[in-house]
């Protein structure tokens, strides 16, 4: 997956979309005008920063993607439970 391509899961109003950079694996999520991101280095054995944005300075780090999502989920107002999460994502985290 290159810088250009994102896969997207799609969930009760919440978009996630996942891809990766020369630097990182990403996973920006948007619902209603709010935005959350979970990024980890390429290689993919890295902490997760939690940021307000893929731009965005990071706010936390985190060994678990569980403990990740649920600050992202905090971000954007809703459950942990209802983010949307790409395939190609589900195996960030330590």
């Known amino acids: 997956m290159t810088d ?3 896969a997207i899961a799609e969930a009760g109003g919440i ?13 920006e999520f948007e619902s ?10 390429r290689e993919g054995y890295a902490m997760l920063k939690v940021r307000p944005s893929a731009g965005g300075d990071e706010l936390e780090r985190y060994y678990g993607f569980d403990m990740a999502l649920d600050h992202a989920a905090e971000l954007l107002g809703v459950s942990p439970n209802d983010l949307p999460i790409p395939e190609d994502a589900a195996d960030m985290g330590m």
Not at 15 to 27: D, M, N, P
């Open 4 to 6: 250009t391509d994102a």
């Open 15 to 27: 978009t996630a979309r996942y891809r990766e950079t020369a630097e990182e694996r990403v996973l």
């Open 32 to 41: 209603g005008g709010r935005t959350a991101c979970v990024a980890q280095n």
